[in-house]
């Protein structure tokens, strides 16, 4: 049998990671084309279709080992998801340092500017299951390995700066609150239900990540335009011993946008699939995301100086108190080749450092330092998932930790132990001048007790800082799903406890929904605060057409060689265009101008691009007609850009959209192109009247 080789199939497109981790991961990718069908032991099979048995029509006989094999392995293909963050998507990539951090710390991969670090990056949502749909309102999980030449170090934050909890010990009672309700397995991926909501009410120390959830920063519009927050202080320690405890950001270079609500639900049915497409198809693309690292830092001598307490996981550093330094840029270029291999066998653990990086005393960052590896355990099936490639560091180990279910490693020699002679105390530990890690010497000194530190007490005052720093869109987004998210509470006690508990975060805030949720809305309360922090307004991020996806609406007999300049035009200023038609095939210019239509009116939908360029033809039916006026109506309820051209211009007119901000008609090809692009760079057009 001949075999055709399709080299132009073999390989990933954008084969651009030359890193040290992609070396090692290329012995185990297998390229199963081309190649004959075997056992797991290597036969050769000369039937995969029939099972064997006694005669044509008889039953099926025991003796089928391919049968059997095979279907024993498909038996047990699953595993169990991650009990949050199930639903999630990778990336590989790379980091590369702008300067060295020695003066803060001795981490080799954070003092050589000469290296580049490979990384792999997983993006999540949290509380919805493996196949939930991925715009729902939820923080986002961001967790990064670094494949350092020291071991691998995890960063595993969120798109979220703090947490609903202070203490470690009250994860598992927060996870089954926002979880599917035990008694009936609703709702989905969604906190808009009762436990959720008297979790809240009765753990007012959620009151500021609240704040967060019910913000835009819960509803993405990419994996590509989120901040990443490792979230706990953290500790990085030089090579003298002297400590700072640090606290890392990721600024995406996009910068930080969201979806609407109303569309974000809509995604979720419309393409379920939409944030890992975004993500995947940019990278395919050679539309690599970049995020910047940034670390606030604070002297160990400074350490009393905030009105809040740095150990305590639900309080920000505001950036204008404690300057975010840049100091390296990651990208992602280079999709996983397996979702299962890589996605899903990943583990990440806050516990995973490299010399020069510790723990703080944060009782939340504590407790997630044992829950991690007891996780994998379960997921992966024992202990040698460290050596699942996906896992495996990129520097040598060494250990005496032996066997277990899955065991890849043979090692060699007599001897398991330590202390011993035979092997001359080998493996042998390392110190700190060798390259061992040696814990920060904090002196701790206290008595046992279960308690919360009076110092961690104060729930409001940051929530009101972040209501304080929301723009107008901003706020009234807020109001908008707290009415939503409360509307879905059966229980008048709970929403009556939550309008109260918010009225201490801002009476404006809890005005502007207790009505809406059938409560009286409070007449006193507010916070004594009025501190904004500007960096957390989504309206302060950096603003970029790149990469932003338009829906082109045009039918037969567009103006040809206009419109070919035109998304020329738009191509060189690095947006996505996207042809919308009634059908699929290719539409015919008035000047003989052929282009290929990419998905018609009944496979797409406006919610799916960033903004809508309505072209038109010659003439058109009604079908599509009625199609083109709801791209214009979504895109416009949604505040998204709209441009149209000749023919294209009419549909405006009768919409009436025409004068409204970030609604483009113009016929001049150059000043469409470049006042088109200004208003897709804007993102949204929050000031555009919907009514
Ligand atoms: Fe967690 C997964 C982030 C608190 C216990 N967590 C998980 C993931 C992220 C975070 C990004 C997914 C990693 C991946 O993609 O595989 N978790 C956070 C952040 C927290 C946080 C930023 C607060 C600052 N987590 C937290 C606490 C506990 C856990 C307090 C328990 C004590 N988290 C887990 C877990 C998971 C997990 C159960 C599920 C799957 C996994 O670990 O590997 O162990």
Not at 165 to 179: G, R
Not at 261 to 281: C, M, T, V
Not at 574 to 600: A, F
Not at 609 to 629: L, N, R
Request: proline share 4%; glycine share 8%.
């Amino acid at each position: 049998m001949e075999f055709i080789e399709r080299e132009d199939l073999l390989l990933s497109k954008h084969n651009v990671n030359n890193s040290k981790k992609n070396e090692q991961l290329d012995e185990s990718r297998v390229d199963d084309r081309a190649k004959h069908l075997t056992t797991n032991q290597g036969l050769k099979m000369s039937e995969d279709e029939f099972s064997l048995k006694a005669g044509e029509r008889g039953p099926t006989l025991m003796e089928d080992f391919h049968f059997r094999e095979k279907m024993t392995h498909f038996d047990h293909e699953r595993i169990p998801e991650r009990v949050v963050h199930a639903r999630g998507f990778s990336a590989h990539g790379e980091f590369e340092l702008y300067k060295s951090l020695e003066n803060y710390t001795k981490a080799d991969f954070l003092n050589d500017t000469s290296k580049t670090t490979p990384v792999f990056v997983r993006f999540s949502t949290v509380a919805g299951s493996k196949g939930s749909a991925e715009t729902v309102r939820d923080a986002r999980g961001f967790a990064t390995k670094f494949y350092t030449d020291e071991g691998n170090y995890d960063l595993v934050g969120n798109n979220i700066p703090v947490f609903f909890i202070q203490d470690a010990i009250k994860f598992p009672d927060l996870v089954h609150a926002v979880k599917p309700e035990p008694h009936n397995g609703m709702p989905q991926g969604a906190s808009a239900h009762d436990t959720f909501w008297d979790f809240v009410a009765n753990n007012q120390e959620s009151a500021h990540m609240v704040m967060w959830t019910m913000s835009d920063r819960a509803i993405p519009r990419s994996f590509r335009m989120m901040e990443g927050f490792g979230v706990h202080t953290f500790r990085l320690v030089n090579a003298e011993g002297k400590s700072h405890f640090v606290k890392f950001h990721w600024k995406p270079v996009l910068g930080a946008h969201s979806l609407v609500w109303d569309e974000a639900q809509k995604i979720s049915g419309k393409n379920p699939d939409f944030h890992r497409g975004d993500l995947y198809n940019s990278i395919e693309d050679g539309d690599f995301p970049e995020y910047e690292l940034g670390i606030q830092v604070i002297a160990e001598a400074d350490e009393d100086k905030f009105d809040f307490d740095i150990l305590d996981p639900t309080k920000l550093w505001p950036e204008e108190d404690v300057p975010v330094e840049i100091v390296g840029k990651m990208t992602l270029n280079r999709n996983v080749d397996n979702v299962f291999a890589e996605n899903e066998q990943v583990a990440f653990h806050p516990g995973h450092v490299v010399p020069g990086i510790d723990f703080s005393n944060d009782p939340l960052l504590q407790g997630r330092l044992f829950s991690y590896t007891d996780t994998q355990l379960i997921r992966l099936g024992g202990p040698n998932f460290h050596e699942l490639p996906i896992n495996k560091p990129v520097c040598p180990f060494h250990n005496n930790q032996r066997d277990g279910y899955g065991r890849h490693t043979i090692n060699q020699g007599q001897v398991s132990y330590h202390n011993n002679s035979l092997a001359n105390n080998t493996p042998e530990t390392a110190s700190p001048e060798e390259g061992g890690y040696e814990h920060y010497h904090e002196k701790v000194e206290g008595r046992k007790v279960r308690a919360r530190s009076e110092s961690f007490k104060d729930h409001f005052s940051q929530a009101a800082l972040f209501w304080n720093s929301m723009s107008a869109h901003e706020k009234d987004h807020l109001i908008q799903a707290f009415s939503f998210e409360l509307g879905k509470v059966e229980s008048e006690s709970v929403r009556e406890q939550v309008v109260e508990m918010f009225s201490n975060v801002s009476l404006e805030l809890a005005q502007g929904f207790a009505e809406n949720i059938g409560v009286k809305p409070p007449v006193s309360g507010g916070s004594n605060t009025s501190k904004a922090s500007p960096a957390l307004s989504q309206a302060n991020t950096n603003f970029k057409a790149e990469t932003r996806q338009v829906a082109v609406v045009m039918g037969e007999g567009f103006n040809g060689e206009e419109v070919e300049k035109v998304l020329d035009g738009l191509a060189d200023k690095g947006l996505k265009t996207s042809i919308i038609s009634n059908k699929q095939g290719v539409l015919s210019g008035s000047d003989g101008v052929e282009l290929k239509i990419d998905h018609t009116f009944t496979t797409a939908d406006p919610v799916l691009f960033d903004a809508v360029y309505i072209i038109g033809g010659k003439s058109h039916d009604k079908a599509f007609t009625q199609s083109t006026e709801y791209y214009i109506n979504e895109a416009f309820k949604h505040y998204k850009p709209i441009g149209a051209t000749h023919q294209g211009v009419s549909f405006l007119e009768k919409g009436d959209v025409l004068n409204h901000e970030g609604v483009v008609a113009e016929d001049d090809a150059e000043t469409f192109i470049s006042t088109f692009t200004e208003a897709v760079e804007a993102h949204r057009h929050w000031n555009r009247s919907l009514v």
